[in-house]
Nanobody
Framework: QVQLVESGGGLVQAGGSLRLSCAASGRTFGSYDMGWFRQAVGKERAFVAAITSSGGTRYYSTYYSDSVKGRFTISRDNAKNTVYLQMNSLKPEDTAVYYC?????????????????WGQGTQVTVSS
């Protein structure tokens, strides 16, 4: 069982930055692929970014939706059981509740149904 707790959301002006954090419980955090999704009012939950487990190596793969590529960066610190989402050049259309998720089976990083555990979400609001 993995428990996820997001933090770092808030209100920011367009062009600004925020860093979201997701703290995970459990001793096997490093073995999980981690993802960020978001859901805007009246819209379905959408993939934002994902980072793979290292598989015992020092290397990770990252994946991004086209809408955030070049602006957002996902990273992880296994020693702290935490995954981050650095969001730069924020736009009003980035406004949403952002969710952290974890899964144990590789692949399909952008499919929310593949994720086993979810946080409660953190609100990000970007004003124009």
């Amino acid at each position: 069982q993995v428990q996820l707790v997001e933090s770092g959301g808030g209100l920011v002006q367009a062009g600004g930055s925020l860093r979201l954090s997701c703290a995970a419980s459990g001793r096997t955090f490093g073995s999980y692929d981690m993802g960020w999704f978001r859901q805007a009012v009246g819209k379905e939950r959408a993939f934002v970014a994902a980072i793979t487990s290292s598989g015992g190596t020092r290397y990770y793969s990252t994946y991004y939706s086209d809408s955030v590529k070049g602006r957002f960066t996902i990273s992880r610190d296994n020693a702290k059981n935490t995954v981050y989402l650095q969001m730069n050049s924020l736009k009003p259309e980035d406004t949403a509740v952002y969710y952290c998720a974890a899964k144990s089976v590789p692949g399909s990083y952008d499919a929310d149904r593949r994720y086993d555990y979810w946080g409660q979400g953190t609100q990000v609001t970007v004003s124009s």
